[in-house]
């Protein structure tokens, strides 16, 4: 049972573009969500949160986007830079429960 | 870079054999995790510890232990390893500010190879 989904294994974007990741999950006591960057033979790295009592938190290029009716998160990159391609997994873990759920990543590549 | 130190790195053992990884952190921080890296699974939590001798099981704790019995280590042992436990291995760490949760941070992974 996936409780944490990124539906998009891959996406492609062009430098200078937008990239959007998307993430859905099913779990309704999660309150607090995650970005992380992964490149390859290294750990994640944490990118970005939101708590469930915000809709939007930006940091520098990024912004997540936290729609809970729909319980879908998203994360923007603008603009995209070559850098920026890694594997992206979203997260999500509820107050008092201290487990980060994450799901099965998004593989960015950003083309020059 | 948060304190985190995997050991080893890099671990070929044959099936059957016990094997133990090491997380050692250095921020004191409350909480540690192991997850496991595969291939269309992304990251999925082994187990977890909230405090020294306070561990619970993940999403895919079957054939893992884990043991904390200082706050700064956090180990993982299978038992007798199988093929199918072939993949990365990530701690984690994080702590919790009036029972909201923060970031967790990782380590640089352990890739182990059962033969």
């Known amino acids: 049972d996936q409780q944490v989904k990124q539906n998009s294994p891959s996406l492609s974007v062009q430098e200078g573009r937008i990239s959007i990741l998307n993430c859905d999950y099913t779990?309704?006591?999660?309150?607090?969500f995650l970005w992380y960057k992964k490149y390859p033979a290294e750990g994640p790295t944490f990118l970005i949160s939101?708590?469930?009592?915000?809709d939007k938190n930006e940091d520098g290029r990024f912004t997540v986007f936290l729609n809970k009716s729909a319980k879908h998160l998203s994360l923007h990159i603008v603009p995209s830079q070559p850098g920026d391609s890694a594997v992206y997994f979203c997260?999500?873990?509820?107050?008092?429960?201290?487990?980060?759920?994450f799901g099965t990543g998004t593989r960015l590549k950003v083309l020059a | 870079d948060a304190g985190i130190t995997q050991s080893p790195r890099h671990k070929v053992t044959e099936t059957g054999t016990p094997v133990t990884l090491r997380c050692h952190q250095t921020e004191n921080h409350r909480y540690m995790y192991w997850y496991r890296q595969d291939p269309g699974h992304g990251l999925r939590l082994i187990h977890y510890s909230y405090g020294v001798k306070d561990t619970d099981k993940g999403e895919v704790s079957d054939g893992y232990s884990v043991s904390r019995s200082k706050t700064e280590d956090f180990l993982l042992t299978l038992e007798s390893a199988t093929s199918s436990q072939t993949s990365v291995y990530f701690c984690a760490i994080s702590e919790s500010l009036n029972s909201w949760n923060t970031e967790a941070f990782f380590g640089q992974g352990t890739r182990l190879t059962v033969v």
């Open positions: 939101i708590s469930s009592i915000k």
């Open positions: 779990n309704s006591m999660f309150d607090y």
């Open positions: 997260a999500a873990s509820a107050s008092g429960t201290y487990k980060y759920i």
